[in-house]
T-cell receptor
Framework: DADVTQTPRNRITKTGKRIMLECSQT?????MYWYRQDPGLGLRLIYY???????NKGEISDGYSVSRQAQAKFSLSLESAIPNQTALYFC???????????FGDGTRLSIL | GESVGLHLPTLSVQEGDNSIINCAYS??????FIWYKQESGKGPQFIID?????DKRQGQRVTVLLNKTVKHLSLQIAATQPGDSAVYFC????????????FGKGTKLSVIP
């Protein structure tokens, strides 16, 4: 079983719809992250959380919100989706300290 | 702003040859560096990391070199195999108390059988 699981894996929706992407982890890590990946732009940080009571904005948080429901769960919401939010979205987890982040396999989101 | 970048966006190598993927970073406060491999349809996968108090670290068929003087990071893959074909990203973590990674844009490695 994957340590970091993202659902759904693919989603096509229309402009203006509300969308939630889910991430769950079995690694027991405190820190969780949401990134988007666009061709030619690499991975950019949307939001991150160091524990259930700690939420922080990343580089490109506008148009997104997050919820850390438990240590193992971190969800990303698009309240009113727009076409330029079409991208690959990745969730990652990390232990405390200088450690590598561990990624899920992503959600491919298309907004028409 | 400061960022992590790559010298070569694409690299083609013959199977069995060694591959070298380069990365330049600009944040002199960065003290932790990671290489990731991303295959099609999958998330980035950790390959190897290095801390700023080291200049070389070896793993299985991979070596990371860090040159702090010129702010340069490289990933060497020995005896490259078709399964090594992927996009490779470097990432840096900047300074004490910073737990965010800054990623380069990636280099696509293609292995020719």
């Amino acid at each position: 079983d994957a340590d970091v699981t993202q659902t759904p894996r693919n989603r096509i929706t229309k402009t203006g719809k509300r969308i939630m992407l889910e991430c769950s982890q079995t690694k027991g890590h405190d820190r969780m992250y949401w990134y988007r990946q666009d061709p030619g732009l690499g991975l950019r940080l949307i939001y991150y959380s160091f524990d259930v009571k700690d939420i922080n904005k990343g580089e490109i948080s506008d148009g997104y919100s997050v919820s850390r429901q438990a240590q193992a769960k971190f969800s990303l919401s698009l309240e009113s989706a727009i076409p330029n939010q079409t991208a690959l979205y990745f969730c990652a987890t990390m232990k405390r300290g200088n450690q590598p982040q561990h990624f899920g396999d992503g959600t491919r989101l298309s907004i028409l | 702003g400061e960022s992590v970048g790559l010298h070569l966006p694409t690299l083609s190598v013959q199977e069995g040859d060694n591959s070298i993927i380069n990365c330049a970073y600009s944040n002199s406060a960065s003290d932790y560096f990671i290489w990731y491999k991303q295959e099609s349809g999958k998330g980035p996968q950790f390959i190897i990391d290095i801390r700023s108090n080291m200049d070389k670290r070896q793993g299985q068929r991979v070596t990371v070199l860090l040159n702090k003087t010129v702010k340069h990071l490289s990933l060497q893959i020995a005896a490259t195999q078709p399964g090594d074909s992927a996009v490779y990203f470097c990432a840096e973590m900047g300074g004490a108390g910073s737990y965010q990674l800054t990623f380069g844009k990636g280099t696509k490695l293609s292995v020719i059988p």
